[in-house]
């Protein structure tokens, strides 16, 4: 399957969209200046599975990347992902609180 991610910035995410055009899987974020929030990762029922949501998630780390943002992963998703992905390491802002 071959998907095409873009950036949807009047709707706050990214889109991947199979060779129909139907949109597989979203990634739903809030940009602040240079801080982007990646707040949600979704895919469609169909397109679980099969690696949609990786496919976004290095879509939307390269993106950052090239645009010198920060990030900030909200997602559970995202952020496990990235758990696994150290080459993202030095754009990547986790929370440090404390629990106690």
């Not at 706050?12 to 990762?41: K, M, S």
Request: glycine share 8%; charged share 25%.
């Amino acid at each position: 399957m071959q998907l095409t991610v873009t950036d949807v910035p009047e709707r706050e995410r990214f889109e991947a969209r199979d060779e129909t055009g139907t949109t597989a899987g979203v990634v739903i974020y809030q940009l602040t200046g240079n801080v982007i929030a990646y707040i949600h990762t979704k895919v469609a029922p169909e397109f679980e599975g099969k690696g949609v949501a990786s496919a976004l998630a290095r879509a939307v780390m390269d993106d950052a990347r090239a645009k010198g943002r920060t990030v900030v992963p909200i997602c559970p998703f995202l952020n496990d992902w990235l758990s696994k992905h150290g080459e993202y390491d030095d754009i990547v802002v986790r929370s440090t609180r404390n629990v106690k």
